[in-house]
């Protein structure tokens, strides 16, 4: 993994910008439709999973479709093992080559495929959630939570702005620094924020905004489950563990019980993926046993 055009000369990690950013919308050229729209995503990866987790949530499945990457990455990118069967690619880097030949970036999942149009229409991951919610909202299963009510978007995204920087980027900051300062300042901020989270739900309230779940658990949740397994050591988050929070932890294994939730986690693509694929950080490439942590307890 090569990530020196995402290295600041401080030693910081700055994410690339996600290329594709068109709307799936309403009298747009992708307008929602059932059956138009393919996710590319890996169990491995937090910013698709979220996507995975509201499709779900939302009773998408037939809607839209998904295609699982190989958890291993090599030179080559993301490769879909098989081929896909909706676009018979064999690897991701097709998609984003037919639709931009000139793509420099990295090939990231989650991206989403128009098969009318022939082309990525986003890679934008904090978009393709907040699309489902919206733009598929005449879809939605009967009794389908509402993840983005009108009422509490601003705290959404206020929140959703707090975590993004603090722990689902943060992790990463502090995993891809390549100075001393620049890890120590991710890592406190990493630690920081899961206190503030800790604290916001130390007064028993079971989301991170009351009685109902939103789009910033989803998130949240999403770097909670790889924090043990992966974040922790790999990428030196070792302060505390996600179980050294009483409230977060509670709160993670309540996610965890939810069918959405358990059903797009798959510790053992995580795992791998991390150890395996950023050999950067991890040159041997192995993987390590543990942590033997029960996510069903009650
Ligand atoms: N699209 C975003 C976020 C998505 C993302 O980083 N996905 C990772 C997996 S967690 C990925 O696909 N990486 C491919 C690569 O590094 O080659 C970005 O460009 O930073």
């Known amino acids: 993994m090569d990530l020196k055009r995402e290295t600041a000369t401080d030693g910081r990690f700055v994410r690339q910008a996600n290329r594709f950013t068109d709307l799936i919308e309403e009298g747009g050229p992708h307008p929602p439709e059932p059956g138009r729209y393919q996710i590319y995503a890996s169990y491995a990866c937090p910013w698709a999973q979220r996507a995975l987790i509201v499709r779900e949530l939302l009773g998408l499945q037939d809607v839209i479709?998904?295609?699982?990457?190989?958890?291993?990455?090599?030179?080559?990118?993301?490769?879909?093992?098989?081929?896909?069967?909706?676009?018979?690619?064999?690897?991701?880097?097709?998609?984003?080559?037919?639709?931009?030949?000139?793509?420099?970036?990295?090939?990231?999942?989650?991206?989403?495929?128009?098969?009318?149009?022939?082309?990525?229409?986003?890679?934008?991951?904090?978009?393709?959630?907040l699309t489902l919610e919206t733009a598929f909202a005449p879809w939605h299963a009967e009794g389908a939570p509402d993840l983005y009510p009108a009422a509490l978007r601003e705290e959404i995204d206020a929140l959703n702005d707090t975590v993004f920087h603090g722990l689902n980027n943060g992790v990463y900051k502090a995993g891809f620094a390549t100075s001393q300062e620049a890890y120590d300042e991710a890592v406190t901020g990493v630690f920081a924020t899961l206190g503030l989270l800790e604290e916001r739900l130390s007064d028993g309230r079971p989301y991170l905004h009351g009685e109902a779940l939103t789009e910033s658990d989803v998130r949240t949740y999403t770097t909670l489950a790889r924090f043990d397994a992966v974040y922790h050591a790999h990428f030196k988050c070792g302060i505390r563990r996600l179980v050294d929070h009483p409230a977060l932890w509670a709160y993670a294994r309540r996610l965890y019980a939810i069918p959405a939730f358990r059903d797009t986690t798959d510790f053992d693509h995580i795992k791998r993926h991390y150890y395996v694929t950023q050999t950067n950080i991890n040159p041997t490439g192995i993987v390590p046993q543990g942590p033997d942590i029960d996510w069903t307890a009650p």
């Open 65 to 129: 479709g998904v295609t699982i990457v190989d958890p291993i990455r090599d030179e080559r990118g993301w490769r879909v093992p098989g081929g896909d069967p909706v676009t018979g690619a064999e690897f991701l880097s097709e998609l984003y080559l037919a639709t931009d030949p000139g793509y420099q970036g990295r090939y990231t999942v989650p991206c989403v495929w128009d098969r009318t149009a022939e082309r990525l229409v986003t890679n934008d991951y904090p978009q393709i959630t």
